[in-house]
């Protein structure tokens, strides 16, 4: 299964991954799955550690590489098709990066890891 964190699942999984449900512990180190965490996670979490909302560890370039490293995932980038397909979304949720998350999930068929109940309503599967 190619599991697709979303920016919260992110940052805990990085900076505090005691406070992740264990299910998701267990998904993220059961390496039958494919770990998958977005360039779109990653430029959200540098909106708004700028803006003083949360603070990194390091710079947002270390940050991800790190993360990526650590989790053994695979970073992907903004896609012209995930953005098209956000064109096509209903409009349930009004966050721009978890649009654009739930538009590359559902492109990829891929599972998100999010606490956030506001992305079934889209379809997509979800962890958490």
Do not use: N
Request: proline share 5%; aromatic share 8%.
């Amino acid at each position: 299964m190619r599991l697709l964190l979303d920016t919260v699942a992110v940052y805990r999984a990085a900076t505090a991954p005691d406070s992740l449900p264990g299910v998701v512990t267990s998904a993220l180190i059961d390496r039958s799955h494919q770990l998958v965490i977005s360039i779109v996670s990653v430029w959200e979490l540098a909106i708004k550690a700028s803006l003083g909302k949360l603070a990194l560890p390091c710079g947002v370039e270390e940050f991800f590489t790190q993360t990526t490293r650590d989790l053994m995932a695979e970073p992907t980038s903004l896609e012209l098709r995930f953005v098209g397909a956000v064109a096509e979304l209903p409009h349930h949720h009004g966050d721009p990066f978890d649009r654009l998350l739930i538009a590359q999930a559902l492109v990829e068929d891929c599972t998100v890891v999010t606490s956030d109940p506001r992305f079934t309503a889209y379809g997509v599967k979800v962890l958490w």
